[in-house]
């Protein structure tokens, strides 16, 4: 699982690509982004989702979000790219 942190701005997207591990992304599966932290984020929140996805496609893997707080989810909406970000299955 791959765990999303309370700050997520323009300012620190760049230090937070850089430190996802290349082995979140090996073999089959899914990956899922927990959101359920976030309290402040800006449209790089969802730039980084995206480049997970892309990732974890191109490992073969699916790609959900979990507790994406409701103000992310609009942020989603708004830019169109909500169905790309799908919310994970409850258990």
């Known amino acids: ?6 700050v997520l701005t323009h300012a620190v997207a760049p230090g937070f690509v850089r430190s996802l591990t290349p082995g979140l992304f090996v073999g089959p599966g ?20 995206l480049e997970c996805r892309r990732r974890a496609l191109a490992a073969g893997k699916t790609f959900s979000v979990r507790g994406a707080p409701a103000r992310l989810r ?8 909500a ?8 258990a």
């Open 83 to 90: 169905e790309l970000i799908p919310p994970a299955a409850t």
């Open 1 to 6: 699982m791959l765990t999303l942190p309370a």
């Open 30 to 49: 899914e990956v899922v982004a927990d959101a359920s932290a976030l309290q402040q984020f800006d449209s790089s929140a969802l730039a980084i989702l």
């Open 74 to 81: 609009e942020l989603a909406g708004l830019y169109g790219v």
